[in-house]
């Protein structure tokens, strides 16, 4: 994956060097009124593409912020959930106990008084 994203990184700054050779005519840029910028058209559009890079930074470090915030949520809905479950086990065991008690025990009759014995 390395090598990959090596590649991708070379193929664009080799762009971008053959398209700063090819465009160094000087452009004129109005940002505001009375605010001019004069220089070639590779270095704006470089640093057009610069800002867009950083603008998709900060959303996909957003993004992520909110992944993280969304999964601690549901983190502590299932904390929740289990506690919950846990406490029905837990009920569920004293009830059986309960119940277990007030069943009548089994006697066990093989015709010698209850008692059997292996020969």
Request: proline content about 3%.
């Amino acid at each position: 994956m390395r090598q990959v994203n090596f590649v991708v990184i070379f193929v664009i700054a080799l762009a971008l060097v053959l398209f700063g050779i090819e465009n160094t005519e000087p452009v004129i840029i109005h940002i505001a009124p009375g605010i001019d910028v004069e220089s070639p058209l590779c270095v704006e559009l470089i640093i057009a593409m610069g800002i867009g890079a950083v603008f998709a930074w900060v959303f996909s470090v957003w993004a992520q912020v909110q992944g993280y915030i969304s999964f601690g949520k549901d983190m502590q809905q299932r904390e929740v959930r289990i506690q919950q479950l846990e406490q029905d086990v837990q009920r569920y065991r004293v009830e059986l106990e309960e119940q277990s008690l007030m069943l009548p025990a089994a006697k066990v009759e093989d015709g010698d008084g209850g008692e059997a014995f292996a020969q």
